[in-house]
């Protein structure tokens, strides 16, 4: 399967800090999106990022790909306690309709 | 932005009973789908609806689920027989032009809990 795998797992940083998070995953993609989850919530769209690009800009997120190495980094800058949610990459394969499948998450905790 | 909208945002149900998941996703889109949420794991894709049948589905999307678009509107998840292992967030998706080309809009998800 294409599934993405973030890592940490969880993260904990102060208020003010950067964020990294990573995606790795396993074959071939269209895109690589990222989603945000508050706990218990929906699931908020972040960012795509297509296979031919390698970074992109939303905001204070910026995101890369790396297709040689199948990962892909978010980083959040100047954290803010609000930030404070679950990260999902989710990768849509390059054939067929498949739909995207998620990986299992980074619980970023930013203190105060 | 537009927004899927989901309903109920609780459901609880009596292990055995049947259950429909409603779901109004954005109105010109042309790809729908369910995924679920088991408490404190991944998000996991159960099905994809497209041209008024089923494009694709998962090993979850037994026998015990359906699908519905019954009114061009609606999109609906039926689990025929609730088990207390479908407890779960269940979030449904759409699209404009699929995944591939495009990010997939995603409701507030209705958490059921099977009893």
């Known amino acids: 399967s294409q599934q993405g795998e973030e890592d940490p797992q969880a993260l904990s940083i102060q208020e003010g800090e950067n964020a990294t998070m990573n995606c790795s995953y396993k074959?071939?993609?269209?895109?690589l999106q990222w989603y945000r989850q508050n706990s218990g919530r929906g699931l908020v769209h972040l960012i795509l990022i297509r296979s031919n690009e390698r970074e992109k800009h939303s905001g204070r997120l910026r995101v890369t790909l790396d297709t040689s190495k199948k990962s892909s980094s978010l980083l959040i800058t100047a954290s803010r306690a609000a930030d404070t949610a679950s990260y999902f990459c989710?990768?849509?394969?390059?054939?067929?309709?498949?739909?995207?499948?998620f990986g299992k998450g980074t619980r970023l905790s930013v203190i105060a | 932005e537009p927004e899927v909208t989901q309903t109920p945002s609780h459901q609880v149900t009596q292990m055995g009973q049947e259950v429909i998941l409603r779901c109004v996703p954005i109105s010109n889109h042309l790809y729908f789908y369910w995924y679920r949420q088991i408490l404190g794991q991944k998000v996991e894709f159960l099905v994809s609806?497209?041209?008024?049948?089923?494009?694709?589905k998962s090993e979850i999307f037994d026998d015990q689920f359906s699908v519905e678009r019954p009114d061009g509107s609606n999109f609906t998840l039926k689990i025929r027989s609730t088990k207390l292992e479908d407890s779960a967030m269940y979030f449904c998706?759409?699209?404009?032009?699929?995944?591939?080309?495009?990010?997939?809009?995603f409701g507030q998800g209705t958490r059921l809990t099977v009893v």
């Open positions: 989710a990768t849509d394969a390059s054939s067929g309709n498949t739909p995207l499948v």
């Open positions: 609806f497209y041209n008024n049948e089923i494009s694709e």
């Open positions: 074959t071939s993609i269209n895109n």
């Open positions: 998706a759409s699209s404009l032009a699929g995944t591939t080309k495009g990010r997939a809009f």
